[in-house]
């Protein structure tokens, strides 16, 4: 059991460019969601899946951002037309079965200059 | 409105001395609760959680939470605090015991003086 894997930890990009955030669960983890943190807040849920389906998302994400997860297994997320806004750690953790606990990654950090 | 409530923003406290860290949610029915610690520019691991039964659960590195129905309240505590546990700490709860969102607080930043 290797945890839940994120990539690129850190990432500067320049306004209006287009990121992309690679995250690997733990193997056989059937659930896998996406954070955002910034600093001095706790993490705020984005969007969750179960196997390839996205189930649910916040209001926080925009229609700038999008998240799949096309075989069930690693899931990317991605920002488009980034705004100084977007700076933070987003989060990728991932749980076995539904109402069990869920498993952080390290984060990737991305500044929006 | 529905939320999770650490009071207390930061807390300093000197090596070998006891610890309580504060958490209050107010969601309708019992919550899953879940206690994680975060370094500097690292993830979340996860201390402990409640589910359900006996309501002062034991965690990893020595941590234990009680939870308290009457107060909505699952407090972490430590009884012998080491300098290593110098951290970021944010409870979590799981409004629907479903796995479907967790929520968090604000997290309480942990200072240990020796």
């Known amino acids: 059991d290797t945890g839940v894997s994120q990539n690129p930890r850190h990432k500067i990009t320049k306004r209006g460019q287009n990121v992309t955030f690679r995250c690997d669960p733990i193997s056989e983890h059937n659930r896998l969601y996406w954070y955002r943190q910034t600093l001095g807040q706790g993490p705020e849920f984005l969007t969750y899946f179960q196997n390839e389906a996205q189930l649910e998302k916040s209001r926080l994400l925009s229609d700038r951002f999008s998240a799949e997860r096309p075989k069930g297994s690693f899931s990317t997320l991605e920002i488009q037309r980034t705004e100084q806004g977007d700076s933070a750690m987003y989060l990728c953790a991932s749980s076995q079965n539904p109402g069990n606990t869920i498993y952080f990654g390290e984060g990737s950090w991305l500044t929006v200059v | 409105a529905q939320s999770v409530t650490q009071p207390d923003i930061h807390i300093t406290v000197s090596e070998g001395a006891s610890l309580e860290l504060r958490c209050n949610y107010s969601?309708?029915?019992?919550?899953?609760l879940f206690w994680y610690v975060q370094s500097p520019g690292q993830g979340l691991q996860l201390l402990l959680k409640y589910f359900s039964g006996d309501t002062l659960v034991q965690g990893i590195k020595g941590f234990e939470a009680e939870f308290k129905r009457s107060q909505s309240s699952f407090n972490l505590r430590k009884p012998s605090v080491h300098w290593s546990d110098a951290a970021e700490y944010f409870c979590?709860?799981?409004?629907?015991?479903?796995?479907?969102?967790?929520?968090f607080g604000t997290g309480t930043s942990l200072t240990v003086i020796p």
């Open positions: 979590a709860v799981d409004p629907s015991n479903t796995g479907n969102q967790f929520y």
């Open positions: 969601y309708g029915a019992t919550p899953y």
